[in-house]
């Protein structure tokens, strides 16, 4: 059964830091690009960024980032354990949101920030960032 499980979010204050990692059961991690999204209250989902699988050296392979984390934040992958971290730097109180991870149908991350390019999801972890 496939599965992707967030941890690692909390509240913290601006200027903080966190680490995200979803951990995947079910299939091979990096055979696959990973993506995260957030979203935020009253706002649509986001893509946030995206770690390709790393055998893959096409167009849309490696990382991607949204230009509001661009900077901020860093993705990447330990295939050992399965899972993909998300470090998320100089957080601000824009940054809160529920944020997913999600298993894109291919290894490569173009149109990352499409919803519809990923086809299993994590249920989510709250980030609140405020003092």
């Known amino acids: 059964q496939v599965q992707l499980v967030e941890s690692g979010g909390g509240l913290v204050q601006p200027g903080g830091s966190l680490r995200l990692s979803c951990v995947a059961s079910?299939?091979?991690?990096?055979?696959?690009?990973i993506g995260w999204f957030r979203r935020a209250p009253g706002k649509e989902r986001e893509g946030v960024s995206c770690?390709?699988?790393?055998?893959?050296?096409?167009?849309?392979?490696?990382?991607r980032y949204g230009d509001s984390v661009k900077g901020r934040f860093t993705i990447s992958r330990e295939n050992a354990k399965n899972t993909v971290y998300l470090q998320m730097n100089s957080l601000k109180p824009e940054d809160t949101a529920v944020y997913y991870c999600?298993?894109?149908?291919?290894?490569?991350?173009?149109?990352?920030?499409?919803?519809?390019?990923?086809?299993?999801w994590g249920q989510g972890a709250q980030v609140t960032v405020s003092s």
């Open positions: 999600a298993r894109g149908k291919y290894k490569h991350c173009a149109g990352y920030d499409n919803r519809y390019v990923y086809n299993a």
């Open positions: 079910g299939f091979t991690l990096d055979a696959y690009a």
């Open positions: 770690i390709s699988s790393s055998d893959f050296t096409g167009s849309g392979g490696g990382t």
